[in-house]
């Protein structure tokens, strides 16, 4: 009787951690949604996923975040959310180098 009781318990735990780290990867996944001109944020900064300010875009801007090459990354000032590298907005500031 112990013994079905821990076994039960052991796939309860196991259940209960696979739906932690599913639910958590969900989350992650909806807390960096891509960055659109839709967004008010967006809009009041003149976000747009396309620069077109010569030499200046959001992978050489010293707010953006992630990794270099990757084509969406996030960006301190807009928390949640993906902005596209080669993208910019009013709040550019070039990166030291
Ligand atoms: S502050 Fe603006 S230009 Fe800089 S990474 Fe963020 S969205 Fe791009």
Redo the contacts with the bound molecule.
């Keep these: 009787m112990k013994g079905v009781k821990r076994r039960d318990f052991l796939k309860l735990s196991g259940t209960t951690l696979i739906g932690l780290t599913m639910g958590s990867a969900a989350l992650r996944a909806h807390a960096k949604e891509i960055?659109t001109t839709e967004n008010q944020a967006a809009q009041a900064?003149k976000?747009t996923p396309s620069?077109t300010v010569e030499g200046?875009?959001?992978a050489n801007?010293?707010?953006?975040q992630g990794k270099e090459g990757d084509e969406h990354?996030p960006?301190?000032?807009?928390p949640n959310h993906l902005?596209n590298a080669k993208?910019?907005?009013?709040?550019?500031?070039k990166r030291p180098n």
Excluded at 75 to 78: A, E, G, K, T, V
Excluded at 88 to 93: A, F, K, L, N, P
């Design positions: 960055l900064l976000y620069s200046a875009n959001c801007c010293m707010y953006v990354r960006c301190m000032l807009f902005v993208g910019w907005c009013s709040g550019w500031v």
